[in-house]
């Protein structure tokens, strides 16, 4: 769907959704109320919470990279293939790719979270149930302490370098918030985009510069499983209940948020800021066999949970296979593994007070 309006500053999306209120507040299901407990103690402040004291040298190299980590970044940069981008370039400047990815990677974080902000501040008005309303509302406030990290972050250490939201990521966007049915937005936001991110993070300090980033993307990561897991145990419920006709529906935007979430990661705006012919760097990212292996690492959060909810029907399966992710349908789900991490928490604490 088109948006009513954007430009540089802003995206205006009409959009309608129904509104429901419930005057049953006996929560039904007990894994939410367990995700919702730990929600609440699990806050942190990106003021407080973050060094925010240190410096960050845009255009140095990193010294706290180890061999291997510098040898990964060789292999994306891919400087004995004929076709690679980065062919010619000195060492200084091989050294500002990688903190232009890093740009771009933060910027597109930052975006995406204030997609999961209003997202899941949607849910609270839509989803029908109270234990789903009271971890939506968790999870904006969430949301809102990673956005501001995020654009605290670009603003006072990478001043001058933030990257406009991508097009496919805004085009998931506005689908999702176009979309009136609420378990849809569910599987675009909890599903797609969060599950993707949950991956992105631990990638991304892989290859990122400096310490700053690293921290707040290491106090991201510890909500990202819960949100993931909140749209997992959420949906489950949901999909059993799907005539042919809304599965089929389910199955086309999967699909459709799976291709546009393939078209942000060839990396069109990077090549535009590098001076890179785009559709020439959009086929070394196609091909790179670094890039190649990151997607598959972000798609790994999202097929095992598409897999679990039921999802996975035959055209879904395929296109997974086409970008060679398949093979993690059967690994397990962010919410058993979330779940699981509840229990050994809950057992070392009964071990604790037995000792005690």
């Given at each position: 769907m088109t948006?009513?309006?954007?430009?540089?500053?802003?995206?205006?999306?009409?959009?309608?959704?129904?509104?429901q209120f419930t005057w049953d507040y006996e929560p039904g299901n007990a894994q939410l109320t367990r995700l919702y407990e730990k929600g609440k103690v699990s806050q942190w402040n990106a003021t407080t919470d973050v060094d925010w004291s240190q410096d960050v040298c845009w255009g140095e190299p990193d010294p706290s990279l180890s061999e291997d980590e510098r040898a990964m970044i060789g292999s994306f940069l891919n400087l004995d293939a004929p076709d690679s981008p980065?062919?010619?370039?000195?060492?200084?400047?091989?050294?500002?790719?990688?903190?232009?990815?890093q740009a771009w990677m933060v910027s597109q974080f930052m975006h995406g979270e204030q997609g999961a902000l209003v997202a899941t501040a949607r849910l609270v008005e839509t989803v029908p149930d109270i234990e789903s309303?009271?971890?939506?509302?968790?999870?904006?406030?969430?949301?809102?302490?990673?956005?501001?990290?995020?654009?605290?972050?670009?603003?006072?250490k990478l001043p001058g370098h933030t990257y406009e939201i991508s097009g496919p990521l805004e085009a998931l966007l506005v689908d999702i918030m176009t979309e009136r049915r609420w378990d849809i937005t569910y599987l675009g936001m909890q599903i797609m985009v969060e599950g993707l991110a949950l991956a992105a993070f631990g990638m991304g300090n892989v290859m990122f510069n400096d310490p700053v980033i690293k921290q707040i993307t290491d106090l991201v990561m510890r909500d990202e499983a819960r949100h993931v897991a909140f749209g997992v145990l959420a949906l489950k419920e949901v999909?059993?209940?799907?005539?042919?006709?809304?599965?089929?529906?389910?199955e086309e935007f999967l699909l459709e948020a799976t291709d546009l979430m393939y078209r942000r990661f060839l990396l069109e705006q990077l090549w535009e800021r590098l001076g890179v012919d785009v559709e020439e760097g959009k086929a070394f990212a196609a091909t790179n066999p670094l890039m190649i292996m990151f997607r598959q690492v972000l798609f790994s959060k999202i097929v095992p949970n598409v897999?679990?909810?039921?999802?996975?029907?035959?055209?879904?399966?395929?296109?997974?296979e086409d970008l060679q992710v398949a093979q993690f349908a059967d690994q397990l789900d962010t919410?058993?593994?979330?779940?699981?991490?509840?229990?050994?928490?809950?057992?070392?604490?009964?071990?604790a007070r037995a000792a005690g």
């Open positions: 948006p009513l309006a954007a430009d540089a500053d802003r995206l205006l999306v009409e959009a309608e959704s129904t509104t980065f062919q010619g370039m000195t060492e200084a400047q091989r050294t500002l790719v990688g903190w232009e990815l309303k009271y971890y939506a509302a968790n999870q904006v406030n969430d949301e809102a302490r990673h956005v501001e990290a995020y654009a605290t972050y670009l603003g006072t999909v059993p209940e799907l005539s042919a006709a809304e599965l089929a529906d389910r897999n679990k909810l039921g999802l996975m029907t035959p055209r879904v399966r395929q296109c997974f919410a058993s593994e979330e779940l699981s991490s509840l229990d050994a928490v809950d057992n070392l604490a009964d071990v």
